[in-house]
């Protein structure tokens, strides 16, 4: 079946623009994350949905990062007023519901602020 | 700050040896833990997933656990070029009902020597 889906796949905008990241989940998967991944690190998290509702969004990093689901399958990661410190792979991920579930990654969206 | 610790390699082992990954975590509430293969540029692939202590065998791959030592490894066999790339320890959070937040190691970058 088809995986996690990102898209675009690559942005590159100026500093102060919005942007908006937007990803499809596994067919079926309730759970779904975003992550943040910058050069030589791990994925970092953001925020985690179960359903429509954000059950854990204590990764975002300040309150220009906000993320919606609002019908429980596609989500919309949004930055506001970017920065060029926001510039990384921004990873989606979903998994079936439950504590401990394997998650599964989509390819991201290699985010450029110039 | 909960880590997960790995050594950044390169780890360079020729074609057909077994190639040994080593992780340490930090949060003694972690119940569970994942490996993932990050090819150069792109997304984190999940190939074990680990819950109990001992060992788990998937083909040629073999993921260990020891909670005591808050320890986590993966063994991969008959190691192919094709195995080269970076791999990703991750353990879930374990405080808080948060058995979902992946903290990911900075990944250990593998190279296999036809």
């Known amino acids: 079946g088809a995986g996690v889906s990102q898209t675009p796949s690559n942005k590159v905008t100026e500093k102060g623009k919005y942007v908006e990241l937007r990803c499809d989940p596994i067919s079926g998967h309730t759970a779904l994350y975003w992550y943040r991944q910058s050069l030589g690190q791990g994925p970092e998290f953001l925020i985690y949905f179960q359903g429509t509702g954000a059950a854990d969004d204590s990764g975002l990093p300040n309150d220009r990062f906000f993320a919606v689901r609002p019908e429980g399958s596609v989500s919309t990661l949004k930055i506001q007023r970017t920065e060029r410190g926001d510039s990384a792979v921004y990873l989606c991920?979903?998994?079936?519901?439950?504590?401990?579930?394997?998650?599964?990654f989509g390819d991201g969206t290699r985010l450029s602020i110039l | 700050q909960k880590e997960v610790e790995q050594n950044s390699g390169p780890l360079s082992v020729p074609e057909g040896a077994i190639a040994s990954l080593n992780c340490t975590y930090s949060d003694r509430g972690s119940q569970s833990f994942f490996w993932y293969r990050q090819y150069s540029g792109k997304s984190p692939e999940l190939i074990m997933s680990?819950?109990?202590?001992g060992d788990k065998e998937d083909g040629r791959f073999t993921a260990q656990l020891n909670k005591a030592s808050q320890y986590v490894s993966l063994l991969i066999r008959d190691s192919q070029p094709s195995d080269s790339a970076t791999y990703l320890c991750a353990a879930t959070a374990g405080s808080g009902g948060s058995n979902y937040k992946l903290t990911f190691g900075k990944g250990t970058l593998l190279t296999v020597n036809p």
């Open positions: 680990i819950y109990s202590n």
């Open positions: 991920a979903s998994s079936q519901p439950g504590q401990g579930q394997p998650q599964h």
